[in-house]
């Protein structure tokens, strides 16, 4: 399959969930990104275009624990991320899971941040 046409697929799967996923103050979109390396996890309220949390793999403290873009390292990231929302008073998102599909690493992390407090 052409390289051009996979990236296509994933922006219409992308802008289809987009349709259906919107943050607010109240509620924020926690979006998800898995690259080969690394994972980015932001939670975002779409009414002003404002990132209310974010943290990533590269974070010094996470890149301490040596985890990549895994089921552990998801995991890991997610436990950290729904403490961070926590303190930043984030109690409910909407989770946004990026044009993945809904199993392996995307369903760790997803389960991760429930198993921190945050609801979904």
């Known amino acids: 399959m052409n390289t051009v046409l996979k990236a296509q697929l994933l922006q219409r799967r992308r802008w289809r969930i987009r349709k259906k996923v919107a ?3 109240a509620r924020p979109r926690l979006s998800v990104k898995f690259s080969g390396k690394h994972i980015y996890a932001q939670a975002v309220n779409d009414d002003t275009g404002a990132t209310l949390v974010f943290l990533s793999s590269l974070d010094p403290t996470i890149r301490k624990e040596k985890r990549g873009a895994n089921l552990a390292g998801a995991t890991a990231l997610a436990a950290a991320f ?3 929302a926590k ?3 984030i109690t ?3 989770f946004d899971r990026n044009g993945a599909r809904y199993h ?3 369903k760790a992390f997803a389960e991760a941040v ?3 407090g945050i609801v979904f």
């Open 114 to 116: 429930r198993a921190g």
């Open 82 to 84: 729904a403490e961070k």
């Open 92 to 94: 409910t998102i909407v």
């Open 87 to 89: 303190a930043a008073g």
């Open 23 to 25: 943050g607010t103050a």
């Open 104 to 106: 392996g690493k995307v």
